[in-house]
């Protein structure tokens, strides 16, 4: 469930479900959404799951973007971690002439695994 902070309806949404995918209301490409995002999102949320009675323990927190592949995706996804993502989802949804190439070597390469 998406929880856009900070609307605390969003948040309260997001809290009674399994997890969260996190986003912040008027992030752009001029301000893109990173780990320090995600974790201040989290924070507001954890309270709300709790307050309704739910567990953190279990919670997935979803964090999206785009990883190299090697040892620059396993460093960028740890630094989603360390945020309190559970789950990463590879999203690129950029588009060009090289698109479909860049997005073959991704999935080639496979997941990244800090």
Do not use: N, Q
């Not at 309704?52 to 630094?79: I, K, M, Q």
């Not at 789950?87 to 190439?101: F, N």
């Amino acid at each position: 469930m998406v929880g856009a902070y900070p609307s605390t309806v969003s948040l309260r949404r997001a809290a009674r479900w399994d997890g969260l995918l996190a986003t912040k209301v008027g992030f752009a490409a001029e301000t893109p959404f990173g780990p320090d995002d995600l974790r201040e999102v989290a924070d507001a949320v954890r309270p709300l799951r709790e307050a309704a009675g739910l567990p953190w323990e279990g919670y997935d927190v979803v964090a999206e973007g785009t990883s190299e592949p090697g040892a620059a995706g396993v460093d960028t996804v740890a630094r989603w971690i360390e945020a309190g993502a559970t789950w990463w989802v590879e999203s690129d949804w950029a588009m060009g002439d090289d698109a479909v190439a860049r997005h073959r070597r991704r999935i080639d390469a496979g997941p990244p695994r800090p």
